[in-house]
C-alpha cells in the first residue's frame, strides 16, 4: 500500500534561513506523483507544488523547491528565505502508485515556526 | 469560480443524531472526496468518488455514507453521530485522469458530544 513517511513532528527556523522538511514515501508503481500542502492556523489547505515520478528536474515554484530523490524515495521540501508567514503545518501527500491512482495519501504533517 | 464550497462550516451535534455535510464544485472535476483531519494523524480518506453514480470506500469509511448524484456534488452523511466522529472534516476535487492536484474546500469543524 502507499505510504506517507514525515519523520519531523516540529521544526524551528530563524526568519531569511532556508529550511527543509522531509518526506519519504512507500510505492512499487513507476508512476506517481508527489504533493506539498500548506496549512496555516486558519484551517484551510493550500497546494505548493508537485513532482511527477518521471519528471527529469526537480520542481520548483517561487521560494519552494522540492528534492527529488527517486532512488532513495525521498520528495523534500526546501523553503528559501523564511518568513512569518511560512509557519504553518505542512503536509506531504501521494497520489498513485499502488491501490489505485485516484487516491491521496497525506503523511502526518511538520509544524514549522520561522522565528523573527 | 467558486471552487469548492462546504456547508456548515460549524456544527455540534448529540450521540446518535445524524447529519449531512454538504461539498459542491463547480469546476466539473469527476474526483471528488472526503477526509476528516484528526490531531497527529494527518488527513485520512473516508470516501471517494471517480464520477456521478460511481463511488468507493477510503481508509476510514465506517459510520458514513456517500452518493454522487450529480458532477458537482458530493455529500457526507453521519448515520448516527459517535464522539469518536469529532473531527475537521474537507472535501477536495479534482480530475480524475492524470496526477493532478486536489483542490480542498475549507473544511467542517464537527464535534459530537
Known amino acids: 500500500a502507499q505510504k506517507i513517511t514525515q519523520t519531523q513532528p516540529g521544526m524551528f527556523v530563524q526568519e531569511k534561513e532556508a529550511v527543509t522538511l522531509d518526506c519519504t514515501y512507500d510505492?512499487?508503481?513507476?508512476?506517481?506523483?508527489l504533493f506539498w500542502y500548506k496549512q496555516p492556523s486558519s484551517g484551510e489547505m493550500i497546494f505548493l507544488i508537485y513532482?511527477?515520478?518521471?519528471?527529469?528536474q526537480n520542481a520548483t515554484e517561487g521560494r519552494y523547491s522540492l528534492n527529488f530523490q527517486k532512488a532513495r524515495k525521498s520528495a523534500n521540501l526546501v523553503i528559501s528565505a523564511s518568513q512569518l508567514g511560512d509557519s504553518a503545518m505542512y503536509f506531504c501527500?501521494?497520489?498513485?502508485?499502488?491501490?489505485?491512482?485516484?487516491?491521496?495519501?497525506f503523511g502526518k504533517g511538520t509544524k514549522l515556526t520561522v522565528n523573527p | 469560480n467558486a471552487g469548492v464550497t462546504q456547508t456548515p462550516k460549524f456544527q455540534v451535534l448529540k450521540t446518535g443524531q445524524s447529519m449531512t455535510l454538504q461539498c459542491a464544485q463547480d469546476?466539473?472535476?469527476?474526483?471528488m472526496s472526503w477526509y476528516r483531519q484528526d490531531p497527529g494523524m494527518g488527513l485520512r480518506l473516508i470516501h471517494y468518488?471517480?464520477?456521478?453514480?460511481?463511488?468507493d470506500q477510503g481508509e476510514v469509511p465506517n459510520g458514513y455514507n456517500v452518493s454522487r448524484s450529480t458532477t458537482e456534488d458530493f455529500p457526507l452523511r453521519l448515520l448516527s453521530a459517535a464522539p469518536s466522529q469529532t473531527s475537521v472534516y474537507f472535501c477536495?476535487?479534482?480530475?480524475?485522469?492524470?496526477?493532478?492536484?486536489?483542490?480542498f474546500g475549507p473544511g467542517t469543524r464537527l464535534t459530537v458530544t
Open positions: 477536495a476535487s479534482s480530475y480524475a485522469r492524470g496526477l493532478s492536484e486536489q483542490y
Open positions: 510505492t512499487s508503481d513507476p508512476s506517481y506523483g
Open positions: 513532482q511527477g515520478s518521471y519528471d527529469q
Open positions: 501527500a501521494m497520489r498513485g502508485g499502488q491501490g489505485g491512482s485516484e487516491k491521496l495519501v
Open positions: 469546476m466539473n472535476h469527476e474526483y
Open positions: 468518488s471517480v464520477g456521478a453514480g460511481i463511488t
